[in-house]
């Protein structure tokens, strides 16, 4: 069993940027592909980067050059790093251990002027 908790969203303006975490707790996942999603209303969940154990990683290509997607072992978290935040950016963000049901509460993402 996995425990997960986002933390970091907020209201941010165009160009701004937001560190999200997800800290684990119940399994080590240093080793597990994690991943964050994200869904803005009217919309689907939609996948928005995967860290895989081996540490390789991959981007929706909305984000792709303004997201990173990083762990820290030592502390059993993963983080989400955005900048250059667009309006389109807002969303719900959730933490996932990929392939299983192990899903955070979601943090709210707003980006406004």
């Known amino acids: 069993q996995v425990q997960l908790v986002e933390s970091g969203g907020g209201l941010v303006q165009p160009g701004g940027s937001l560190r999200l975490s997800c800290a684990a707790s119940?399994?080590?996942?240093?080793?597990?592909?994690m991943a964050w999603y994200r869904q803005a209303p009217g919309n689907e969940r939609e996948l928005v980067a995967i860290l895989t154990g081996a540490g390789n990683t991959n981007y929706a290509d909305a984000v792709k050059g303004r997201f990173t997607i990083s762990r820290d072992n030592a502390k059993n978290t993963v983080y989400l790093h955005m900048n250059s935040l667009k309006l389109e950016d807002t969303a719900v963000y959730y933490c996932?251990?990929?392939?299983?049901?192990?899903w955070g509460q979601g943090t709210q993402v707003t980006v406004s002027s």
């Open positions: 119940g399994d080590i996942i240093s080793t597990k592909t």
């Open positions: 996932n251990v990929k392939y299983t049901r192990y």
